[in-house]
């Protein structure tokens, strides 16, 4: 089992930055392909970013790619996503999750990530 608890949401200002973490349990965390995904009031969740095990593959929305970067602390067991230029359609809750299954390829579609953290909610005022 893992577990995984996200931190940084909060209140921020059109043309913002933020950075959230995600801190995981595991011993073999560096095996784990992470990543965020994020859901906004009346939509579905969607993809926001992806990162593997060792860090060397990333992978990103259209909608926030050159503005958002995932990285990762294998020896904290903790993923992080740096939000630059932030604006009004990046308000959402932003779940971090968790693929320990061993799968090379790092996915962009939730269902295979089994692991998800509670969400962290981010809003941008104007």
């Known amino acids: 089992q893992v577990q995984l608890v996200e931190n940084g949401g909060g209140l921020v200002q059109t043309g913002g930055s933020l950075r959230l973490s995600c801190a995981a349990s595991g011993r073999t965390f560096n095996n784990y392909n992470m990543a965020w995904f994020r859901q906004a009031p009346g939509k579905e969740r969607e993809f926001v970013a992806a990162?593997?095990?060792?860090?060397?593959?990333?992978r990103y929305a259209d909608s926030v790619k050159g503005r958002f970067t995932i990285s990762r602390d294998n020896a904290k067991n903790t993923v992080f996503l740096q939000m630059n230029s932030l604006n009004p359609d990046d308000t959402a809750v932003y779940f971090c999750a968790a693929d320990a299954s061993g799968r090379i390829v790092v996915s962009t579609v939730d269902r295979a990530y089994e692991f998800w953290g509670q969400g962290t909610q981010v809003t941008l005022s104007s």
């Open positions: 990162i593997s095990g060792f860090g060397p593959t990333t």
